[in-house]
C-alpha cells in the first residue's frame, strides 16, 4: 500500500521513502502576518507541488466581512496538468456545509472547528503523480483574508507507476436547483383526495430529480452533502419523503442502488430535529420550529467511507425534491468522488449572486453580495 493506511493499528508500520512536506501561508520575512490577503476578484495558487505525492490534510481559517463570504470564495484543484479543474466548489461548501454557515462540527472527512466552526480540516487523501495546483478566488466585493496549511508526502519516483494504475484523483462538485422544479398545486393543500393522490403518483424514471452527481469514466463516489432550504410550505412539511436513485454505468431502470426517503439515504430516521454529526452522517444544520418543523436551512450528509459506491463506466447521483419530485425548495449539494482523468467537464459554476443563501420565505429571498 502507497498511501498509508490512517488507523491507529497501523501507525506503527515503518514506511520508506516517502517525506512529509507542508506548504502555508507563513510570514516569510519573519513576522506574525501569517496569512495571504485576496483583492475582490483575485485569484491566486495557494500551491503548485511536484509529484509523485498525496496530499493529507488540508486546514484554513479565513476572516471576512462580507455576508455568506463560504459561498463567495471558490477552491479549485487541478492533478497532472489537467486543464479543468477535479475540484470547483465554494469553500464552506467545500469543506463540508452549506448555506454560507460556519458552524463546529466533525465528521471523519471534513471538520469545523472551534472557534465557532471557522477553523476549516479537510482528510480526504489527494494522490498525485507529477502535479497538485491549488488555487482560491476572492468573488465577493470586499478583502478576504486566509491562513492555510497544505500537508503532503512525496514518494519516490517509481511509485509514478502505482499512482497512475491503482489509485483514481480526487474530484468535488458543488450544484444548486434553486428552486427544484416541483408539480404540486399549493393551492389545493387542504384537499384530502388531491392529497392522497399525490402521495400515491409513482416515479418511475428518477428523470425529475434533483441531480447531486453526473460523472464519467472509472472511479468510486464517497458522499455528499446535501442543504435544503424549505421556503415554501408544501403538499407534505417534511423535505425527507424524496428517495435517492443512484445509477450506476448506464443501467437501466431500476438503479442499482434505490433507497426509501432522504433521512434514510443520510441514516438518519423519522422526519429528524434533532442535530447530530457522526464519523459517516449526521444532520448539521436544523432550523424548524414548533410551526413548522422542518421550515428553513437544513444541512445533512453522508459519506461513504467504508461502503463507497465503484462504477466503470458512469454514474448519476439522484435524490426526489419531495416524493415523486412534487416540491419546490432551494436545493445545494456537494459531492465527493474518485476517479481516472480525464473526467467530463462540469456544469458551470453559477456567479456569486446564484450562489448566495436565501434570506427569508418568499421564493426571491436572496442574501445580496456588498451593498444594495
Partial sequence: MLIGNSSLADLARLRHGVRRMRVSSWDPTGGNDDYWTFRPGEERDLAVLAGPGCIRHLWMTMESHEPAWPRQIVLRMWWDGEPLPSVE????????????????????????????????????????????????????????????????????????????????????????????????????????????????????????????LEARGRGHYVGCHLDIDCFQRQLCDWYGEGDDMIFVDDEPWPPRLHGTGTEDYMNLAYGPTQEYHGLYHGLVVYSGGQEWPWGGKNSIYRYHIEDPIYFEKS??????????????NDYS????????????????????????????T???????????
Wanted: proline share 10%; aromatic share 12%; net charge negative.
Fill in 89 to 212: 466548489v465554494p469553500i464552506g461548501d467545500f469543506f463540508g456545509l452549506g448555506h454560507g454557515i460556519v458552524k463546529c462540527f466533525s465528521s471523519l472527512p471534513l471538520q469545523m472547528s472551534p472557534q465557532d466552526g471557522r477553523a476549516f480540516n479537510c482528510w480526504f487523501p489527494m494522490p498525485f503523480a507529477a502535479q497538485a495546483r491549488l488555487a482560491v478566488t476572492n468573488e465577493s466585493p470586499g478583502d478576504h483574508v486566509l491562513y492555510f496549511y497544505i500537508d503532503y508526502e512525496t514518494y519516490s519516483v517509481d511509485a509514478v507507476t502505482t499512482l497512475v494504475e491503482e489509485y483514481g484523483r480526487f474530484h468535488a462538485q458543488w450544484r444548486r436547483q434553486n428552486p427544484t422544479d416541483g408539480w404540486a398545486d399549493l393551492s389545493r393543500r387542504g384537499d384530502s383526495t388531491y392529497l392522497e393522490r399525490a402521495w400515491r403518483t409513482p416515479n418511475l424514471d428518477g428523470a425529475g430529480n434533483y441531480v447531486i
Fill in 315 to 328: 454514474i448519476r447521483v439522484t435524490i426526489e425534491h419531495g416524493h415523486g419530485n412534487k416540491q419546490s
Fill in 333 to 360: 449539494s456537494t459531492a465527493y468522488w474518485y476517479q481516472t482523468e480525464p473526467h467530463a467537464p462540469f456544469p458551470p459554476l453559477p456567479p456569486v449572486m446564484e450562489r448566495l443563501p436565501r434570506t427569508g
Fill in 362 to 372: 418568499g421564493p426571491d429571498c436572496v442574501l445580496r453580495a456588498g451593498p444594495a
